[in-house]
């Protein structure tokens, strides 16, 4: 599976953005999906995954709450809505899909990557 994600951008403190995450070759729904983001100097860190089905979402503490993980399998399409952001956030952000029955926020999980999308929040 080939994966794209989109909608970064520069935001001011408290403002929200929405990141797609486009699929193609293989349908997602086979896919446990997963958010990721790496900021300048720092490894990369989970910020939330999604069960095939969409029925299951798990975030990373510092997004509770503000972030929330979605997908739509017909449009092959996964996102992630962003409310209330901070500087903290700024950060390029990766989609991933995994094969393991439940990958959760384990990196490794993870076999399938996309180019990552920069986001920046200004304070």
Avoid: H
Avoid at 51 to 61: H, I, L, P, Q
Avoid at 79 to 89: I, T
Avoid at 93 to 115: H, K, M
């Amino acid at each position: 599976v080939q994966l794209q994600a989109s909608g970064g951008g520069l935001v001011q403190a408290g403002g929200s953005l929405r990141l797609s995450c486009a699929a193609s070759g293989r349908t997602i729904s086979n896919y446990f999906m997963g958010w990721f983001r790496q900021a300048p100097g720092k490894e990369r860190e989970f910020v939330g995954a999604i069960s095939r089905s969409g029925s299951s979402t798990y975030y990373a503490d510092s997004v509770k709450g503000r972030f929330t993980i979605s997908r739509d399998n017909a449009k092959n399409t996964l996102y992630l809505q962003m409310n209330s952001l901070k500087p903290e956030d700024t950060a390029v952000y990766y989609c991933a899909a995994s094969t393991s029955l439940y990958p959760g926020y384990l990196r490794s999980s993870y076999g399938y990557w996309g180019p990552g999308t920069q986001v920046t929040v200004s304070s």
